[in-house]
């Protein structure tokens, strides 16, 4: 049964790097059907997605975060990592990482790790 | 980016009841939307997929609907268990994908 796990500091100071990780358990992330995406939840409010990458290292952004988002993947280690940079308290969320088809239909998701934007 | 809205943005019914919720995008999506439940402090769980497909192992009072760019979500017979928040998300085309503002369902 596929798994995923975030990871990473609960904490971070303003203008510094969020940075997490998604380890998958369970199944292989080279696998060809699927991408592998983060998605954040700010406290109260919806789902925005944020961007995805497949295993071969093409990656594709939420406009809206673009100029600070970075995903990359290890396939070694079967993980795959997020960061952003330059972060405010409007980042405070819980961070998701989930499996997607190619179409965007979100099937895995991980338990979600939050993460505070604060000094 | 493809905006959607979704009503009621909250709704209270009875055990039992039939619960239906809306979801509209701003431009034609075809049958590109997913709907999510998201119970509180957990991560969301693909309910429907395809707009209509119901996604492995979901109960079968779950249903959708739609196409273009009005859709529908049926809950048969709401149990205690389908308390949550619901939410639908578009994916047609290109990124970004988007989500509905969510709706939440209580027990009356």
């Known amino acids: 049964q596929l798994q995923l796990q975030e990871s990473g500091p609960g904490l971070v100071k303003p203008s510094e790097t969020l940075s997490l990780t998604c380890t998958v358990s369970?199944?292989?992330?080279?696998?060809?059907?699927?991408?592998w995406g983060w998605i954040r939840q700010p406290p109260g409010k919806g789902l925005e997605w944020i961007g995805s990458?497949?295993?071969?290292?093409?990656?594709y952004y939420n406009p809206s975060l673009k100029s600070r988002v970075t995903i990359s993947v290890d396939t070694s280690k079967n993980q795959f990592s997020l960061k952003l940079s330059s972060v405010t308290a409007a980042d405070t969320a819980v961070y998701y990482c989930?499996?997607?088809?190619?179409?965007?239909?979100?099937?895995?998701w991980g338990k979600g790790t939050t993460v505070t934007v604060s000094s | 980016d493809i905006q959607m809205t979704q009503s009621p943005s909250s709704l209270s019914a009875s055990v039992g009841d039939r619960v239906t919720i809306t979801c509209q995008a701003s431009?034609?999506?075809?049958?590109?939307l997913n709907w999510y439940q998201q119970k509180p402090g957990k991560a969301p769980k693909l309910l429907i997929y395809?707009?209509?497909n119901l996604e492995t192992g979901v109960p079968s009072r779950f249903s959708g609907s739609g196409s273009g760019t009005d859709f529908t979500f049926t809950i048969s017979s709401l149990q205690p268990e389908d308390i949550a928040t619901y939410y639908c998300?578009?994916?047609?085309?290109?990124?970004?994908?988007?989500f509905g503002p969510g709706t939440k369902v209580d027990i009356k």
């Open positions: 989930a499996r997607h088809s190619q179409g965007g239909i979100m099937d895995v």
């Open positions: 369970g199944g292989s992330i080279s696998s060809s059907s699927y991408y």
């Open positions: 990458i497949y295993y071969s290292g093409s990656t």
């Open positions: 431009q034609d999506i075809s049958n590109y």
């Open positions: 395809d707009a209509s």
């Open positions: 998300q578009q994916y047609d085309n290109l990124p970004p994908w988007t």
